[in-house]
């Protein structure tokens, strides 16, 4: 089954800088990559995600990478903000469940 | 992408009594997911609903303590039964699958004391 590896677990950065969360996975047939944004008492909201078949995908300040080869997947937070603060959840599928990583608490300093 | 109401968004209940939580979905759906998340933790799956048969349970998790019904193609229920202070979590139910992007319900927060 699908193993999901998350780093870092925190991550602090100045308002403008960038941030970047990396994630590896197991199952090299996992074909679907999401990135999750969940702020405090709320439900994962999906922010962005990728299919096997791109290397990257870019929606503004958001981008994810996708390394097949290596099994490994990132997201990019540029110009970051205050209110990216939250944490962060890579997941893969497993069949058509979803694994999830253990999660990036995110926090973005004024 | 699919809408999910999901209710109720908190409880807090007494040790060994039962709660039931329900979740809607704007549109019809094959797959429904529940899943836990304990505090500061990550998802874990606890089981999949499929409408017409029984859920699918991820290990650690038994029908028994948490039965969950799928009577049609946008609505299920999970309960969670004869609670205990371990069972304080969030609960999430989501869809998606085959193909397209998973959604999640905004979660119903479980306090057991």
């Known amino acids: 089954g699908e193993n999901v590896e998350q780093h870092p677990s925190t991550l602090s950065v100045q308002e403008g800088d960038s941030a970047v969360i990396k994630c590896t996975y197991s199952?090299?047939?996992?074909?679907?990559f999401p990135w999750y944004k969940q702020e405090l008492g709320k439900g994962p909201q999906l922010i962005i995600d990728i299919r096997s078949n791109v290397g990257e995908k870019k929606d503004q300040r958001i981008a994810v990478t996708l390394n097949k080869t290596a099994k490994h997947f990132s997201l990019h937070i540029t110009e970051t903000q205050p209110e990216d603060s939250a944490v962060y959840f890579c997941?893969?599928?497993?069949?058509?469940?979803?694994?999830f990583g253990t999660g990036t608490r995110l926090q973005v300093f004024p | 992408s699919a809408v999910i109401s999901q209710k109720p968004s908190r409880d807090i209940c007494q040790r060994g009594t039962s709660l039931t939580i329900q979740c809607q979905v704007d549109s019809q759906v094959t797959m429904m997911f529940w899943y836990r998340q304990q505090p500061g933790q990550s998802l874990t799956l606890i089981a999949t609903a499929n409408q017409g048969s029984e859920a699918t349970y991820e290990s650690g998790f038994v029908i028994d303590k948490f039965p969950i019904s799928r009577p049609n193609l946008t609505f299920s229920t999970l309960t969670v039964s004869n609670m205990s202070p371990e069972d304080s979590s969030i609960y999430l139910c989501s869809v998606g699958g085959q193909g397209r992007g998973y959604t999640f319900g905004s979660g119903t927060r479980l306090t057991v004391v």
């Open positions: 199952d090299s047939a996992s074909n679907y």
């Open positions: 997941a893969a599928p497993n069949t058509d469940k979803l694994i």
